[in-house]
């Protein structure tokens, strides 16, 4: 099964299956150059333009009737700089591309999310994330960016170079610009060791300033309908490499978290009163492990069972509150819920648009099969994150808009002003970015 968007041509539609469109016409430029005269055409057609990834996105973020530009020839690494430890990478390139590229330089990025069939200008425009004490999301790697404006122009930016354009588009939600080129951060290649561990809800609850504290990474995987949690913490080591052998990975990974997994969703969407029982026997299928690889082997994991998700940051104090008072609402609602609840976080960042921007944050992620009725569920959760000053993950389904974002993102004027300044005319608009940043 394809674990990207499809419809190269006629109707497109995202990853999860809930957002389509059909865009006037779509091209796949190879250059620079190229992306900019694809602008300039559609300017002067009067269409509007967006740039898509691969469609893991769960809202219309990249939806348009006008200008598709799909950057699959837009890939591979331009230029490694090691006396400043920086990689420049084409925007279309899958974050796996570049993964096994730098592993095979001896490089890494600090920090990834939980999978890596992205481009790597999609996962940055949208605020993807893993979870980190003090290392954050993909798009606070970013040391300088190129992108395509309005008028066909190129414009590049750095922390001193249009530092005010760099500030905002590292998240720019494609309503800046093509991002054509980034320059990421990069370190030598180091090793991880991952402890995943079954626990308690409670405890974990009870103990995770703690767990957050003694832990460069630390998730969770709380399964509703019971007190069950499958925790990762991931930590540098000094080695040796001890990789999860190929059996127990196939078992653990393919098998259990894939193959059963897709098998247990399908019983529930077809009999949802059997969902709690499934529940507790998948909170407990996967056993404790302890494994040491490189980072993006263990950052990250193959996701194959698809799923409509909403995801909200809030802060870091207001996690265990936030979580406690989902569980009542889950309790109370009758709801049945077969996807796990999925818990990390992120230090403050200076992103102007970042869900991290400016405080501590703690992010939960609520899903549903793909094929089931969502939308009570999300209702619940969402009332409950945006009483915490929950800002929404941009890729993923929300139902706020500009009069929100004005009160939960301090900079959000700023943004909105270097739009007007950027793309006054609206050439990257859509109905999305007309709900999120107004008119």
């Known amino acids: ?158 922390e001193k170079e249009n530092p005010e354009v760099f500030a905002a588009a590292r998240i720019g939600l494609g309503a800046l610009g093509v991002v054509t080129a980034i320059t990421f951060a990069v370190e030598p290649l180091f090793l991880l060791t991952a402890r995943e561990e079954p626990m308690p809800l409670e405890r974990v609850l009870s103990e995770f300033d703690q767990l957050w504290a003694e832990n460069e990474h630390f998730e969770f995987y709380w399964f509703p309908h019971t007190g069950n949690t499958t925790t990762k913490r991931n930590n540098r080591s000094a080695g040796p490499e001890r990789p999860v052998r190929q059996p127990a990975a196939w078992f653990e990974d393919e098998f259990l978290s894939n193959g059963v997994f897709q098998v247990a969703q399908w019983a529930g969407r077809a009999a949802p009163a059997t969902i709690p029982a499934i529940a507790r026997i998948s909170s407990r299928a996967l056993s404790a492990r302890t494994y040491t690889d490189i980072p993006y082997k263990v950052f990250t994991s193959p996701r194959r069972v698809r799923f409509v998700e909403m995801e909200y940051a809030v802060p870091r104090a207001a996690l265990v509150e936030t979580l406690r008072e989902l569980r009542a609402a889950i309790d109370r609602s009758g709801l049945r819920i077969s996807f796990p609840v999925e818990v990390r976080t992120a230090p403050a960042d200076d992103i102007t648009l970042s869900s991290a921007s400016g405080r501590d944050s703690a992010y939960i992620a609520v899903h549903m099969f793909r094929g089931t009725p969502y939308q009570a569920y999300f209702t619940a959760a969402e009332r409950i994150f945006t009483a915490h000053e929950g800002r929404p993950h941009w890729g993923k389904v929300h139902t706020r808009d500009a009069e929100y974002f004005s009160r939960v993102y301090p900079r959000f004027g700023e943004f909105t002003a270097l739009r007007d300044r950027l793309d006054p005319d609206r050439v990257f608009r859509n109905d999305y970015l007309r709900r999120v940043l107004g008119a």
């Open 1 to 158: 099964m394809s674990s990207t968007a499809s419809g190269t041509y006629g109707t497109w539609r995202n990853w999860g299956g809930n957002i389509s469109a059909r865009p006037a016409r779509q091209v796949a430029p190879a250059s620079v150059e190229e992306v900019a005269a694809a602008v300039r055409r559609a300017r002067e057609d009067g269409l509007p333009v967006k740039a898509v990834g691969t469609g893991h996105s769960f809202t219309s973020i990249a939806a348009t009737d006008g200008v598709l530009i799909r950057p699959h020839l837009l890939t591979g690494i331009r230029d490694i700089d090691r006396r400043s430890m920086t990689v420049t990478v084409e925007a279309g390139t899958p974050l796996k591309r570049l993964n096994v590229a730098l592993a095979r330089e001896g490089l890494s990025l600090t920090n990834m999310g939980d999978i890596m069939e992205q481009t790597v200008s999609g996962a940055t425009s949208t605020g993807t994330h893993g979870t980190g004490r003090t290392s954050g999301s993909i798009a606070a790697q970013i040391k300088g960016l190129e992108l395509v404006t309005a008028d066909g122009s190129v414009l590049t930016c750095s």
